[in-house]
């Protein structure tokens, strides 16, 4: 019986770090009899919508923000070229595995096409769905949402919640409540604490080539510095340096960045301090924005998600207005780092020097 494998996401749980390391093991992956198909590349998200929601207004206004409008023009190539993929793996009795977080947002009458269309060719459809609790899916989207340029009262009055009725109740439905399998995204829950062991290991089948692989973190945390420093510079126009303490704001311009956001943005980012924590407000937003998604996934799941949440989220938090203050540790932070970025200057004597050892 052959099976095609619909990962689904969501957003948010390695994703990108599952999806760039399965398309550098394709050739291993076809050894096991798993095909990831490389007509749609790393991440099938777009591609797959582009074929299957190619008249969606919404997704034209996504791709168009994202740089990506030319996947519409070519929906009918990538539709032939994924017929070609499926109709080799199916002649070669292998089962299919198709990864895209932004299949989770399919609307039901996308996810019924996109049914029909793998049925062609395979027996049966299995959806693998990774579940984020709560607060962490809010912690790590609100890091991902200031680095594109929101502040942190643009998250209190929109919390980035994790919406998990619209995710998965459509692809229950369609495929089936039975042909839905959860996996909680948490500490301690990954599979060898890799996402690519435990998303593989919800398809229940040996897979001995891909046994040994694992796949690396792709998206690294910020600091609370950086954040902090980030979202200042995300709330006004003008001078971005008039919203920052004065300390920091001379920093910035001996560090010979420039004085354009971005220049700044790019000389702050990688501030080290210490980790990133939900300001109280945007949490408690969150929480109230979650009351009827929470009985939804706890009833799917069958325990409560709050259950695997991380708790330093709760104790100790700190509010908005601590986010646009900055401790003398922080300071020194930003003056460190400054410092490491700033290119070294070298004396006639040191290129001189250099041009001898290359040449010798």
């Not at 977080?101 to 049925?119: K, M, N, S, Y």
Request: with cysteine; hydrophobic share 45%.
């Amino acid at each position: 019986m052959s099976t095609a494998y619909l990962h689904i996401g969501m957003n948010k749980t390695g994703t990108t770090a599952l999806q760039s390391h399965m398309a550098r093991v394709r050739d291993l992956a076809r050894a096991d009899g798993l095909v990831y198909p490389e007509v749609l590349g790393d991440n099938h998200s777009m591609p797959l919508a582009a074929i299957f929601r190619p008249d969606d207004p919404t997704l034209a206004r996504l791709l168009d923000r994202r740089g990506g409008s030319e996947l519409l023009g070519r929906a009918d190539m990538l539709r032939t070229g994924l017929e070609a993929t499926c109709a080799a793996a199916a002649a070669a009795g292998h089962d299919l595995f198709l990864s895209g977080e932004g299949v989770g947002h399919f609307p039901q009458d996308a996810c019924r096409d996109l049914r029909a269309f793998l049925l062609r060719y395979v027996d049966r459809i299995v959806v693998l769905a990774m579940v984020r609790p709560p607060r962490s899916f809010a912690r790590s989207a609100a890091q991902q949402r200031v680095r594109y340029k929101l502040t942190f009262d643009d998250l209190a009055a929109r919390p980035p919640v994790p919406t998990y009725a619209a995710r998965f109740e459509q692809h229950r439905r369609v495929f089936g409540a039975d042909a839905v399998r959860f996996a909680v995204y948490h500490r301690g829950g990954l599979v060898d604490g890799c996402i690519l062991r435990t998303v593989l290991g919800m398809i229940e089948r040996p897979l001995p080539s891909l046994a040994g692989e694992r796949a690396p973190r792709e998206n690294s945390a910020v600091s609370m510095t950086a954040i902090k420093l980030l979202s200042a510079l995300n709330g006004r126009d003008g001078d971005p340096l008039a919203v920052l303490p004065p300390s920091i704001a001379s920093l910035l311009t001996e560090g010979g960045g420039g004085r354009s956001v971005e220049a700044l943005r790019r000389a702050v980012v990688g501030v080290p301090g210490p980790p990133f924590r939900l300001p109280v407000e945007v949490a408690a937003a969150v929480d109230a924005a979650l009351a009827e998604d929470r009985a939804y996934v706890d009833a799917v799941l069958g325990v409560p998600i709050d259950s695997f949440d991380d708790r330093r989220d709760i104790a100790g938090a700190p509010r908005l207005a601590d986010m646009a203050r900055f401790s003398p540790d922080e300071v020194d932070a930003v003056r460190d780092h400054l410092a490491r970025r700033r290119p070294r200057r070298r004396t006639t004597r040191g290129m001189l020097s250099a041009i001898w050892r290359k040449r010798g």
